[in-house]
């Protein structure tokens, strides 16, 4: 149960990552939230959408393995290291922030998975 609750909020950090990259970029909380200019956001705003798709793969990917209950482990396990590589790879490249704000909380509940 535990590993599902944390699957849960990983999948919500990234629908919410999804919202600021896809809907709120060049708006006042996406430009606030990643400290863009408002020509920044605008030239930019094409990359940030793409980028919003990938999260939400990433959520359909987690709900579609919390969905499947028992059988989804290998689904949530799947997406749930997709996650944490890319939470280490946006650390590495844009900012250490993102380990623990993404990589971490999917660590967690990947380690709560497979210990459960």
Known sequence: MIANVLTGL???LHLYFM???MIAWDKPLGRKTFR???EFAAAS???A???GLYNGFLVAGLVWGLWLG???FAIKAFFLGCVIAAGIFGALTVSRKILYVQALPAL???LALVYA
Do not use: R
């Open 10 to 12: 990983v999948a919500l």
């Open 19 to 21: 919202y600021l990259e």
């Open 36 to 38: 863009l200019t408002p």
């Open 45 to 47: 705003k094409a990359l």
């Open 49 to 51: 959408m793409n980028q």
């Open 70 to 72: 028992e059988a989804g």
């Open 108 to 110: 967690l509940a990947l």
